[in-house]
């Protein structure tokens, strides 16, 4: 069975600084990677996603991530946070190949807070 | 409006209570999906719609969740006899393309408390 691991529950960083959420997954053969951000009271929001090319995935909000097959790894990546970034984040795969991608195994999430 | 709106927003029912729960896709999508995210998780797939068929209900917990989108546009999340492992925020999600492959857009959820 496929799924998402997010080693981070809490991240904390200041505003200006770089920051990077780790996600791995496991899965039989290369899935659909993807992004979310959910901010309180909102529902969940696309940020990127992954289905093949470059392992390097440009979003929205200057964020971006990279696809790294031999760590089986899709971290997010933005190099200057702002405080309005402040909000959860789960990273998600989706099966390849079943015509289903939107069926999507999600990760618990990291909570992002920024300080000014 | 232009997004996926769920209601109710908030849904407080004693244990052993109907409840339903309502979603109004983005017009003209064809997916439907529903999760279910509890409190510090991520959201779990529940259900899947193409038009008004039901192609997927693999991650419905019980035989006491039934859901429908009779008309290929609205859907409703039922669930029966609610318990209060039941609690949860429940999403939905459509996109525009056949099998969700394209962009899911969210609403923003329906939250089950059952006391």
């Known amino acids: 069975a496929q799924s998402v691991t997010q080693p981070d529950i809490h991240i904390t960083v200041s505003e200006g600084a770089s920051l990077e959420l780790r996600c791995n997954y496991s899965?039989?053969?290369?899935?659909?990677l993807f992004w979310y951000v959910q901010s309180p009271g909102q529902g969940l929001q696309l940020l990127l996603k992954?289905?093949?090319?470059?392992?390097l995935v440009q979003g929205i909000k200057g964020f971006e991530a990279e696809f790294k097959r031999s760590q089986s790894s899709f971290n997010l990546r933005k190099p200057s946070v702002h405080w309005s970034d402040a909000a959860e984040y789960f990273c998600?795969?989706?099966?390849?190949?079943?015509?289903?991608?939107?069926?999507?195994?999600f990760g618990t999430g990291t909570r992002l807070q920024v300080t000014l | 409006g232009a997004g996926v709106s769920q209601s109710p927003r908030y849904k407080v029912a004693k244990r052993g209570q109907d409840v339903a729960l309502r979603c109004d896709p983005i017009s003209g999508h064809v997916s439907l999906f529903w999760y279910q995210q509890a409190l510090g998780q991520g959201p779990e797939f529940l259900t899947y719609?193409?038009?008004?068929?039901?192609?997927?209900k693999s991650g419905l917990p019980s035989d006491r969740f039934f859901a429908e989108r009779p008309e290929g546009s609205v859907s409703t999340l039922k669930i029966q006899r609610t318990q209060q492992e039941d609690s949860a925020v429940y999403l939905c999600a459509s996109s525009l393309l056949e099998g969700g492959t394209g962009e899911l857009f969210f609403g923003e959820g329906s939250r089950l408390t059952v006391l």
């Open positions: 998600a795969v989706g099966p390849l190949n079943t015509g289903t991608a939107s069926k999507l195994t």
């Open positions: 992954y289905f093949s090319g470059d392992t």
């Open positions: 899965y039989g053969a290369t899935p659909y």
């Open positions: 719609f193409q038009n008004e068929a039901q192609l997927d």
